[in-house]
């Protein structure tokens, strides 16, 4: 949580089987929530988790479909050394993508 954030997002969308709709995807994203009054994060470079990843994404005859793998590039770990973050994020998203 947070009361304030910041999100970076870039991404380049290519076309892979255009016949049937397949499309490929490469992106980077950085972002951060922040407690009132502040926007520093001594915990992380320039203040920013970042992230980068690929996919594929499919106009399908049911609607979009969207599969997707991240990569935290800087990832968080608990005051015991033991990660918080996984290696590997798989996101699957059904419906319009925003």
Do not use: C, M
């Amino acid at each position: 949580g947070g009361y304030s954030q910041a999100v970076l997002n870039l991404e380049l969308e290519f076309p892979i089987f255009p016949t049937v709709g397949v499309r490929g995807v490469v992106f980077a994203d950085a972002g951060n929530a922040f407690a009132q009054g502040t926007f520093h994060d001594p915990n992380v470079s320039l203040s920013l988790y970042k992230s980068a990843g690929f996919g594929f994404r499919w106009i399908s005859p049911i609607g979009p479909l969207r599969f997707e793998w991240g990569f935290p590039l800087n990832p968080r770990y608990d005051a015991n050394g033991v990660r918080l973050d996984r290696p590997v994020d798989f996101q699957f998203t059904i419906g319009n993508f925003f």
